[in-house]
C-alpha cells in the first residue's frame, strides 16, 4: 500500500518505519529540514531501541522516505496517518493547533479519495471536528478513521509489531477492511483487530491510559500506608498479582509515572468530563496521588537528613521517566531535582541516554557525570529514580567505598534491603517498611 505519515516523532516514526518493513511505500512528513536531512542519513532524533536499524534499512532498500512537503506525500498515497502532537494547554485540554494544521494542508494536498487516519491522541469526538477541518479545503471523497496507538516507549516497536490488539474507529466496513489489510501483517497469531465507532475509539485511548495510571497511584497510595504501618509493598504485590482477576501489570510501586501518555492523557479525560459536567473521582485521585508521590523521595532524603541539605550532594541514578527512552517529559527526576537544589544540594546525575534531552528542560543547574560511580563519588547518599538495567546490580563494595555514608533511596524498589542491610548500607524503598 501507498502510506503517508505526517509528523514523526515517537508515534510517527515508528509507524512509519513499521509500516515500510511490511513491505508498503511509505513517505514521513516533517517541517523541520534539519531533522528530515538527518532522517534520511539514517540519523534518529529519539532514543528507542531498533529502531535506527530499521529506519536505515527501509530508506536503504527504498521503501521508507523522509520529506517536508505534505502535498508529495498526499499525492503519493492512498492511506495517511496524522501523528502530530497534542500537548496539554495549562487548563489540562490537548493543544489541537498543530492536528488542525496538518489537516488543513492534507486537504489542500488531496488529488483524490483518501483514508485520513488520526494517530495523535485527541478528545473523545475530534473525528466530527476533523471532518469540519478538511471539508473547506478539498472537494475530493475522504474517510475520517480513529486508530489509536498504545506503544510503550522503550519497546515501541515490538508493541507496534505484536500489538495486543489493533482498533480501528470507523463507520465503514470498507474502511475497516482495508484498514485491517494494512495491519494483517502484525497480527498473524490472531491478535484482534477491532472494529468500532470513531468516539469510541478515541475514548479507548484514554480510558486504556487512566486505568492504568490508577493502578500505579493505588499501588503508590498502598507503599505509603505500608511505609507507614511497617508492611512491605513487595510482598503485598507478589500477594495481588496471584489474584487472576488483577493481573501483575503495572503494580510496581515507585516514585510516580510520567511520560507522554499518561499525565496527559489523565488530564485530557479529567477536561473533557469538566465539559459536560461528569465528575471523575477516581482518575482525579489517580492524578493528585501521582503528583505527590513525584516528591516521596524527598521527603524520606529531608527525613534523614534534616529539611536543610545545605552542603549535601546527592548521586542520582536515572533521570528519564522510564528505561529504554530519553524523554524527560513529566518525568519524577525533574521534580526530585527541583526539590533538593531547594533545600541547598548539590545533586551529580547520570543516565545512559538522557543527558541532553534533560540539558534542554534543566540547562546546568546539575552536574552530569559520565558513569554511574562517577556520580556517586563524593556524594552523600545514592537516590535512584530510573531502574535501567545497569544500575541493577552495581558492585556494592565499590560503590559503599565511593558514597560519603553508604545510604540509598531506591525510588524504583530494585534492591534487596535485607541483602543490602548485611553489606551496611541504610536503604530505603518505597513502601519497604520500617528503615533497615
Known sequence: ?????????????????CFADSGNNVSCVDNDQSKIDALKQGVIPIFEPGLDTLVKRNVAEGRLHFTTSTAEAVIASDIIFL????PPLPNGEPDMKYLKSAAEE????MNGHKIIVNKSTVPIGTHKVMMEWITPYTHFPFEIVSNPEFLKEGSALEDFLKPDRVVIGTHKEAVYKTMAELYAPFVRQGNPVLWMDPLSAEMTKYACNAFLATRISFMNELAVLCDKLGGDIEQVRRGMITDT???????????????????KDVQALMSTARKVDIPMGIVTAAETANARQKAI?????????GNSLKN????????????????????PALIIIEELLKAGAKVRAYDPVAE?????????????CSSAYDAANGADALVLVTEWNEFRNPDFDHLKALLKTP?????????????LQKQGYTYYGIGRGARL
Open 1 to 17: 500500500m501507498k502510506v503517508a505519515v505526517i509528523g514523526t516523532g515517537y508515534v510517527g516514526l515508528v509507524a512509519g518505519a
Open 83 to 86: 501523528a502530530v502532537g497534542t
Open 106 to 109: 492534507v486537504a489542500r494536498s
Open 245 to 263: 482477576r488483577i493481573g501483575k501489570h503495572f503494580l510496581y510501586a515507585g516514585v510516580g509515572y510520567g511520560g507522554s501518555c499518561f499525565p
Open 297 to 305: 523521595l524527598v521527603s524520606k532524603i529531608k527525613a534523614h537528613f
Open 312 to 331: 549535601r550532594s546527592f548521586a542520582l541514578w536515572g533521570l528519564a521517566f522510564k528505561p529504554n527512552t530519553d524523554d524527560m517529559r513529566e518525568a
Open 356 to 368: 541532553e534531552t534533560t540539558k534542554k528542560v534543566i540547562g546546568e543547574k546539575i552536574t552530569y
Open 407 to 419: 545510604i540509598i533511596f531506591d525510588g524504583r524498589n530494585v534492591y534487596n534491603p535485607a541483602h
